[in-house]
């Protein structure tokens, strides 16, 4: 285990060792001192490395990450593992708001709460929250899946595309053209995957499934006024 304490060496030199890992070192366990909230920790990461953040972070944690599992013991600040790619992030607290946003693939676990805009855009990435998100989560969320344990806030999946909403609890208010679908045996065994891959206690059978109504794909005169 390598031990890096940022509150001593710094932001730019813990990034920066990080990145060197890529391809060219067996240093893959890494333990991060006193983050202290600091944001764009373990950004832009390229290797199968585990790093361990012992604390809470601010803003852009584990952004762009690919190939690495990035572990927050604590809570995340708004846009935690932004445009992803590949690899897990972890959270054990609660994140701020647009958590997984543009996120390309990979898969991030929120084990507390999420805030608004969670999954925003996404494109293929897995997200999977313990308890709640809030209002306009999934927005113009292209592929991947978004599974929620506990309730949804005003407008999930305004705009949806293709990606896959599983929530457990209720959902406040549905976004345009997303409406409840039909929740086939498929859809089921994805979604045990899913929650059993996020560490998840819930069962498929609970849940109900939201996607897209694929009204908003062609041009309607009637909008146009």
Request: hydrophobic share 40%; glycine share 14%; proline share 2%.
């Amino acid at each position: 285990m390598q031990l890096f304490d940022l509150e001593a060496q710094g932001l730019r030199a813990l990034n920066a060792t990080l990145h060197e890992q890529a391809g060219i070192s067996n240093q893959t366990q890494w333990e991060v001192m006193n983050p202290r909230g600091s944001h764009a920790i373990a950004v832009g990461l390229d290797a199968p490395i585990e790093v361990n953040v012992k604390g809470s972070t601010g803003y852009y944690c584990a952004g762009m990450n690919q190939q690495a599992t990035v572990h927050v013991h604590g809570s995340a600040g708004p846009g935690v593992a932004e445009n992803m790619m590949s690899g897990t992030v972890i959270v054990e607290g609660d994140a701020s708001q647009y958590a997984g946003a543009t996120g390309h693939g990979g898969t991030l676990v929120i084990k507390g709460n999420a805030s608004s805009r969670c999954g925003i855009s996404m494109k293929g990435i897995d997200i999977i929250v313990h308890g709640n998100i809030g209002h306009m989560s999934a927005f113009m969320a292209q592929s991947g899946n978004l599974v929620v344990c506990g309730d949804a806030g005003d407008a999930l999946g305004d705009s949806l595309y293709e990606a896959r909403l599983f929530v457990r609890g209720s959902v406040k208010s549905l976004g345009a053209d997303c409406i409840e679908k039909e929740m086939r045996p498929e859809h089921l065994e994805l979604l045990a995957e899913l929650l059993e891959r996020g560490g998840c206690d819930a069962k498929p059978d609970e849940f109900k499934r939201y996607g897209s109504a694929r009204k908003l794909y062609n041009f309607n005169i009637d909008n146009a006024y």
